[in-house]
């Protein structure tokens, strides 16, 4: 019996929000290799097993060996609903609070804690802009200075915060200086990931 054939639905969710789900893809749909960032097409009838579901995103093990990771927002090709909290956000006031606040919802495809918890978030500035609407600002930095995956987070990132009401533009800065460290995290991610 596979890992996949073991763990059904009706399983406790794992610590990555994963239910071990087999799916099958329905039709096709673009994703992204993990770790490399590289982006492929998944065709329809493609076997795959949910490895994590976090912030509306699927990491999935398909057939074929690759892990890819699914945009939340192309969740139908796996035959589940898109999570309308993707879609839009509410009206509230931007600020720092707030930015980090949508942020928590970013994931590295690999590690289940969010991006702020991992302590990448190096910075973020919202500049009101003169026909009322906000930019946003952020310095980011990565787990590892040659991930594949950071145009990913840098996109996803630029994406959500894009959709806040009133926001004109975001630009997200990649640094490296200083070098990311796991003293950069929050307790409570270093004992989701068992360095506490």
């Not at 057939?63 to 990771?69: A, C, E, N, P, S």
Request: contains cysteine.
């Amino acid at each position: 019996m596979s890992d996949a054939q073991k763990h059904t639905e009706d399983d406790a969710p794992s610590k990555s929000g994963a239910r071990w789900e087999e799916v099958t893809f329905i039709r096709d749909c673009d994703a992204i290799i993990i770790p490399d960032g590289f982006r492929i097409r998944v065709p329809q009838s493609t076997l795959g097993v949910i490895n994590q579901l976090l912030g509306g995103n699927y990491t999935i093990r398909v057939d074929t060996g690759y892990l890819v990771r699914i945009d939340g927002a192309d969740a139908d090709a796996i035959g589940k609903e898109v999570d309308p909290a993707l879609l839009e956000l509410e009206d509230t006031e931007i600020d720092e609070e707030r930015v980090l606040e949508v942020l928590t919802s970013c994931y590295d495809p690999e590690i289940p804690v969010n991006i702020v918890d991992l302590g990448l978030i190096y910075g973020c500035d919202v500049l009101d802009q003169e026909d009322g609407s906000v930019r946003i600002d952020v310095q980011m930095t990565l787990t590892a200075p040659g991930c594949g995956m950071g145009q990913v987070l840098k996109d996803d990132v630029e994406r959500r915060l894009n959709r806040l009401p009133g926001v004109s533009v975001t630009e997200v800065e990649l640094v490296f200086d200083p070098p990311w460290s796991m003293e950069r995290m929050t307790e409570e991610a270093r004992l989701e990931l068992g360095f506490g």
